[in-house]
């Protein structure tokens, strides 16, 4: 085996010059060189190892067994298979890595030093876990069991996590911190009965205190920084400039008016916002979110003038008056005076909420974003425009010109020339009617009653018609 010839060198260059050299002269020019690289470690100071020790060594040589580690000493000291793993996400060891070893015992039998590589990150695992103790140090570990009263996390040795120090609202539901790596902080060693308790909440509130200074350290006014909305209000937001909390107020986050913070941000969202003010002395800092959105007012500068008229939306009533919304989300005012039933009407009894109205511009003061519409004026303007279409139908309507008089002349006169010539009776009475048609009929009988006695005249002068006829002779005797 490989092992066995690396040993043989080795008690070969203890042996002396001689064996070497017969050796040499069987083995050729190879062995020569062997030969003389046992020389010059035999030259080499050897280093003396004490119990208890610490040590850096060289892995040489590895096999089934383990592997074989140079500490500088004559033989190299011997390493269980089973203390080559490497612990954690590390990968294993292999030849040519140096590693840290525990000196169980500086020889044994054969002359070779006694090690232990796991006993050796025990006790730097101790070491290490008082000196970050005592510096206060934030340390990342994994929670690897759930344990009465809290949590057990890897920190190459069992530390306990209390379950009151976990960074959690419901310390009854850990089990979901299982697998997860954590920052925490030591807040107590006892080696000797091999005791170690963190924190999680101080590690954070550490990591918070750290981070908070480094803020402050850069914060500087009117500048855009990142951030998480941490927790809403009534009245506004906080939020985490990395470390150190910002209010943003309700005020400070549109320009137009919102009814409750929530309407513009969440919590957890990740918003960019402006430091408008910064207290040294008791560390209040002031955001804005509307600072670096577009004004709406430079539109309203920009495109309204007084004397336009524009719509929008009722969206609250006051007592003074209502606001309306227009379509940008800006409010504009519609004082008491200016609505459109005339003084002494409150905006109750004249809109509702919601409803659609139409305005006339009367004042605009972009400065002080303030915007006056009246709906009076507007109210006024279609009552006249619809008195000027009455009045113009009305006009139409009996309207007689030139045209019309001469026309109805000339159809009077060409009627006349058409019919004869008649005397307009006067009307009279049914009885003067009934009078004149007596009459009438008098004048028919008289006439019946002439024309007899001149036929009777006739008949006396013609000799022939009495004498002939005997109607005749009796009409003489009579």
Known sequence: METEDVRTDDVQGQAGPAKSAEQAEGAGESATDAALGAQDKMDLPVAALTRGQIVDGLIVHIDETGALVDVGTKSEGHIPM???????????????????????????EEGSPVLSKRIADYEQTWQHLTETFERGAVLSAMVVDRVKGGLVVDLGVRGFLP??????????????????????????????????????????????????EQTLASLKENTVYK???????????????????????????????????????????????????????????????????????????????????????????????????????VEAIVPNSELPGGRGQRAEEALQVGQAVEAKVINIRPAERRLTLSLRLVAQAKERAQLRDYMDRQREDSRVTIGDLVGDMLANAQAAASKPETVDEPVEDAYVAESQAAEEEVGAEGEEKGEASEEHTSSEDDPWSSSGSPAGSEAERA
């Open 82 to 108: 089973e203390e080559l793993t490497a612990g954690g996400d590390q990968k294993p060891l292999a030849v040519g890595d140096r590693v840290s070893v525990y000196v169980i015992k500086p020889e044994d």
């Open 163 to 212: 379950a009151s120090h976990v960074q959690a609202r419901n310390v009854h539901a850990l089990d979901r911190f299982l697998g997860q790596t954590v920052k925490v902080k030591i807040v107590e060693v006892d080696r000797a009965r091999k005791r170690v308790v963190v924190s999680q909440k101080q590690a954070v509130e550490e990591e918070r205190r750290h981070k908070c």
């Open 227 to 329: 951030g998480v909305v941490r927790r809403i209000t009534d009245y506004g937001a906080f939020v985490d400039l990395g470390g150190v909390d910002g209010l943003l107020h309700i005020t400070e986050m549109s320009w137009t008016r919102i009814s409750h913070p929530s309407d513009v941000v969440k919590v957890g969202q990740k918003i960019g916002v402006v430091v408008l003010r910064h207290d040294p002395e008791t560390n209040r800092i002031s955001l804005g979110l509307k600072q670096i959105l577009p004004d709406p007012w430079e539109e309203i500068r920009q495109e309204l003038r007084v004397g336009q008229n524009i719509t929008g939306t009722v969206s609250r009533l006051i007592p003074a008056g209502a606001f309306v919304r227009l379509s940008n989300g």
